[in-house]
Every structure is written in C-alpha cells, then in structure tokens.
C-alpha cells in the first residue's frame, strides 16, 4: 500500500517536526510540551508496531524510501527491514516510558527538556533507517548534539564534569567516523551500504588497505558508542550523572553502536567480501569478552546504584559484541531477544534508582559499608519489633528491584534467563541456522562469562537490596507518585509479556539473525528499488 510505504519516513519527519514547534513555545508552559512531545512518541511507537508487522511479513526481506525520488546509490535512501522495524520499536517504548517519568519534576531542571528529546528520538530513528553511511554520519550526530543537551539537563557539578567528558570522547569518536567514511569513500567511490556490499568483493589490493584502514577508524567510532573496554571508561560516570529520565533513554544510546556493528559487519565483511570476509570479527569477540568480564568487576565493586547500573550497561554492550564477534547465525537470534531484554531491564533499573534512593543518605550508606567492615554490627542487639508491616510504597520498590534483579542475573523464568539459554543454545547447536558442529575455546569462554557476570550481578544487586529494604538503618518512607512509578511498572510489564510470548519472539528474533546472515535481499531491494511514477505510485 502506498501509505504504508510512505509511513517510513514518519518516525524521523514527526519528531523534527515536533521539535521544530517546541523550541519557541514558552518553557512555563512545560506540561503542555511534555504532551504535546508524548503524543508525538506514541504516533512514532504505533507507526512502528505498524513497520514492524508489515516487515515481519514481507518477502522481499526489505522495503525502501527514495528521498528526493533517486535512485540507489546516487540518492538517499531508507531502509525497513526486521531489524530496524525492532529497534524503532524498542526505542519508542523506552520513550513513552522516559517521558512520562520526566514530567514529574524532571523536565522542570532545565530548558528545552522535550524539543532535545525529540531531536535526539529523531537521530536514533534515522539511523536506525538509513541505508547509506553519510547520512549514519549526519544522524548520528543529530543524536549525539541532543544527547548533549541531555546529559548536562539539570546543572549540578558532577553532571557538568560528566558531560564535558562525554563531549570530549564523542567529538574525537565522531571526528574518526568522518575520517573513516572519507577513507571508504576514496577506495570505493561511493557510501551506500547496499553498493558498498557489492564491491567490496571486487576492489584491488591497493585500495583494500586504504578501505580497511576507513572501516577500521569507523568500528573505533562505533565501539566507543557501545562501550567497550577501554573505550567505555567514561559510561559508568557519564550514566550515573545523568537525571533518572535521561540515564534510561541512555539505554538505547549503547545499543545504536551494537546495531550499527552489526549491520556492517554482516553486510560489508561477509562471506562475499572477498580478502576481507570476517574484517574486525576478532576484535569484536576478544573486545566483547573483555568488556564482559571489566563490567562484572565494576558490578561487583559497585556501591551506589547508578554506577551499578552503568556497568550493567557495559556487561550488556560486552555480551552482545561477543555474541557478533562469534560469528554464529544461531547465537545471533538470541543476542537480538537479549539486546531487546537487557535494554528494558536497564532503562527500568534507572528509572527504580531515583525513587529507591529518595529514602537513602549517602552518609548513612557509607556508615553502613564502614559497620561492615569493622564488624561494628551488633549481633546480640535485640530486636525492637517483630513483624513490623511493610509499606505500601516499599513493597511496590521492592517487588519492582527484585524482578530487575532476577532479569539482569538472567535467573528464571522470566527474559533474561530465557534469552541468556537462547545465546547459549546457539552456541552448543550452531546447526539451526548454519555453521559448525564443534565448539571453539572463545565459545566455551564466552559461556563462562556469561555465567559468571550473571552471578555477579546477583550478588550485587542482593547487597544493595538487603541494605535498601531489609537492613536500612534511616527509615524513611519515600514519596513516589504514580506517574513516576507506572513507567517502571510498564516496562517491567513488557519484559514478562516478552517472556510470555517468547516463542513468538523467538522466531522473529531467528529470522531477522537469518536475513542478517544472508543480505543479498538487502542488497537486491535497494539496488533494484523503483522510482516513484509521475502519479507518485511506487
């Protein structure tokens, strides 16, 4: 249909568009913003539940915009295909969710709260979409301009010293992506993803170097987004820094460096790029296995929960690396429901921390370590009430920490666990959707630490919880309102009905991992897409 076809462009044109109409509208007036900025996010979600049905069922594999009406590879073009159906989806919810949390008293901190918002929902989404690397280039640095904005939301002199770091690494990363992309460009003659796929495989050996050196400097570009180590030191800091709203839509920010390393590394290095088949793949699994095992020290050293929550980030960004750096079609359908799964859980942890933390000291906690330590603890003290009732609120914080704790250990029954055997079952039967029979030292390793940042994790969020809601030593009820506590509920909610439907997941999960593996649809659609007739048909 022809609507649907235009439908594509919708979830990048309506958040500029939006933000466009809120930047000159009084910030006294920041309620009818945040509407206004909410309405525009969940039309963004409904159009992508909408993309992504018409991209589970398609079999073409992918659907393709012509901006400007021309033609691959001479203009820009958009690209539907299950995988950026998905992570429009995913961002939406992680929106919806965010923004309602923010207009408690967040977006009240600071100015242009919601037009940086939309601005920044407008450059995940186009580069989600776009099928060429100049225009990856151009949104990802609309995304990264508003994120900056975001970041120093709220003042204070930790968040400012935060956000100047991230700035700093994010215009080096941003001026390699540029020098890369200038790189690939002088090898190849052109930037659109479909054609560079296409000659690769043929390019001589005096410009594959050349080609190399710019995919190289680009991937540098992409793992500093996504973290890993040592590229990620700034993340645990940056993260913690961050207002609660802003921190959560953080989530997705990793995860856009995971995409994009995906996308290429399937697309460009495959089997059919010649000398250059399998380019980067090692630095992604050694990278992806370090990272793991990096943030489930930081998980482990951890007192306060936002750096907590950072290093789940990097145990997250870690895991799925590695799982692409394997190389196994199987193992890559689980890293999708994964990504999907760790990406709410971590988004609804940071939302929790904020309203846990209201009824924590920071001197109270760091009493609580020192009497731990010294063994300071009363043993024989008596106890002043037996079965004292648990408030409301706290019981309602607690059930919400404990399913975050059993999602990020990947304990059952719920996603994290069925997503975790999902990768580990590709692993020890990559026959199901192709490659080995035998499995590899980095594989066994892999496992390993897959275990044992669950464990950490476990063990971590039990000693927070234990000093939170069992052994606090102030007391203090917070105060939490429901329009702060719904959006924790709602993700939490998406993570059970993932677990739930998790066979149907499950199978677009493996089918996207399949069109990933084989992208000569991809590069068939966008090549050969048509130009809109003089009636404005397809």
């Not at 039990?462 to 329009?483: C, H, K």
């Not at 593996?517 to 048909?537: C, D, F, L, T």
Request: charged share 10%.
């Amino acid at each position: 249909m022809n609507w649907l076809h235009h439908l594509i462009v919708l979830p990048i044109l309506l958040p500029l568009v939006t933000a466009a109409i809120l930047i000159p509208v009084d910030e006294r007036n920041r309620t009818a913003k945040g509407i206004l900025g909410f309405a525009s996010t969940m039309l963004i979600f409904l159009a992508g539940v909408v993309l992504m049905r018409a991209a589970a069922t398609s079999q073409d594999g992918a659907s393709v915009y012509l901006l400007g009406n021309w033609p691959a590879p001479f203009g820009i073009v958009l690209v539907l295909d299950r995988l950026s159906a998905l992570m429009l989806v995913l961002t939406s919810v992680l929106a919806l969710a965010t923004q309602v949390f923010s207009m408690a008293k967040w977006h009240r901190m600071g100015h242009h709260f919601h037009s940086l918002f939309q601005l920044m929902l407008a450059g995940l989404n186009g580069a989600f979409l776009t099928g060429d690397l100049f225009n990856l280039f151009v949104f990802f640095e609309m995304m990264l301009a508003a994120s900056y904005g975001l970041l120093l939301h709220g003042s204070g002199p930790m968040r400012v010293k935060a956000g100047l770091h991230y700035i700093a690494v994010n215009l080096a990363a941003s001026s390699l992506f540029l020098i890369g992309v200038s790189m690939i460009y002088g090898a190849t003659g052109t930037l659109n993803m479909a054609d560079l796929a296409l000659r690769i495989g043929t390019i001589g050996q005096e410009n594959r170097i050349l080609m190399e050196a710019g995919a190289a400097l680009l991937g540098i570009a992409f793992l500093v987004k996504a973290g890993m180590w040592p590229l990620g030191f700034w993340l645990p800091a940056a993260y913690s820094a961050a207002t609660p709203p802003v921190a959560a839509i953080f989530a997705i920010l990793t995860k856009i460096g995971v995409y994009i390393l995906l996308r290429l590394s399937l697309l460009l290095f495959g089997s059919d790029a010649g000398n250059s088949a399998g380019f980067g793949q090692p630095i992604l699994l050694y990278g992806g296995l370090l990272t793991i095992g990096f943030g489930a020290i930081g998980v482990l050293a951890s007192q306060a929960m936002g750096r907590l929550a950072g290093y789940c980030v990097l145990v997250s960004s870690g895991t799925l690396m590695a799982a692409i750096g394997l190389g196994n079609g199987a193992v890559i359908g689980g890293a999708l429901f994964y990504l999907v799964s760790s990406t709410l859980t971590i988004c609804a942890f940071f939302l929790l921390i904020e309203l846990v933390e209201r009824a924590r000291d920071a001197g109270a906690d760091v009493l609580a370590v020192t009497m731990e330590a010294y063994g300071d603890i009363d043993e024989n003290e008596e106890e002043k009430e037996v079965g004292v009732a648990v408030p409301g609120t706290m019981a309602v914080l607690g059930l919400c920490f404990s399913a975050c704790a059993v999602l990020l250990s990947g304990l059952p029954p719920l996603s994290g666990f069925l997503a975790k055997f999902a990768m580990l079952h590709g692993v020890f039967n990559p026959g199901s959707l192709g490659g080995d029979a035998a499995v590899s030292g980095a594989e066994w390793t892999y496992t390993a630490l897959l275990i044992l940042s669950g464990l950490a994790a476990m063990i971590a969020m039990n000693r927070v919880g234990i000093r939170t809601f069992w052994t606090s030593i102030e007391g203090t009820i917070p105060r939490v309102f429901l329009i702060e506590i719904a959006p924790v509920l709602m993700l939490l909610a998406v993570c059970t009905f993932l677990s739930l439907q998790a066979g149907s997941a499950m199978r677009y999960m493996d089918a996207t991992a399949k069109a990933l593996s084989e992208p000569q649809n991809y590069i068939g659609r966008v090549m050969s897409a048509p130009r809109a007739g003089p009636k404005g048909g397809e």
